[in-house]
């Protein structure tokens, strides 16, 4: 009975071990995977949020493009290449034609586009005509279709005729 026993014992203690072992082994690695899936949650939670982020941000970047699109339209039509600011001349004198007026276009100078600046050309009209008429064709300058300023001006109003200096420049792209 002796060895029964101490064979009861060792087995009661060997399953003892063992069952504490198990249950320590479930509690360490029970906290091990709460901790882990908590970091996995918190993963997908940043991922889904980066994921909505870039949707966000390509649908701006498809507006973007979109906008800038119709922008460079307008600014293509409004700042000419640099080819097309010679037929200069032929445009005034086709405002001047309409608005009843005579014109006489120098070209002054040209100034080159420099890095993100446009070019420009300088110019100098002799404009003479009726004194309403004259002011019209001010007016139509300041409507011109190109990019243009108009640097100085000056008047001088007579009978019948009236005549205009008008100094200014037009820009132009690359």
């Known amino acids: 009975m002796g060895d029964f026993r101490k064979k009861l014992i060792f087995e009661i203690t060997l399953t003892t071990v063992v069952v504490l072992s198990l249950a320590a082994g479930i509690l360490f690695f029970g906290s091990n995977i709460t901790a882990s899936a908590v970091r996995i949650q918190n993963a997908r939670t940043e991922v889904l949020s980066r994921w909505s982020s870039l949707n966000s941000l390509a649908l701006l970047l498809g507006d973007y493009n979109n906008k800038a699109k119709e922008y460079m339209g307008v600014m293509e039509q409004a700042v000419p290449v640099q080819d097309q600011v010679f037929n200069l001349n032929r445009e005034f004198r086709a405002l001047a034609t309409q608005g009843g007026v005579d014109a006489a276009y120098t070209f002054v100078e040209e100034q080159k586009p420099e890095a993100e ?25 300041e409507n011109f279709r190109y990019l243009s300023t108009i640097d100085h001006t000056r008047v001088e109003r007579g009978t019948p005729r009236s005549t205009m200096v008008v100094q200014g420049r037009v820009f132009f792209r690359d």
């Open 117 to 141: 600046a446009l070019g420009a050309v300088r110019y100098q009209l002799n404009v003479s005509g009726d004194y309403d008429k004259v002011l019209r064709f001010m007016k139509s300058l």
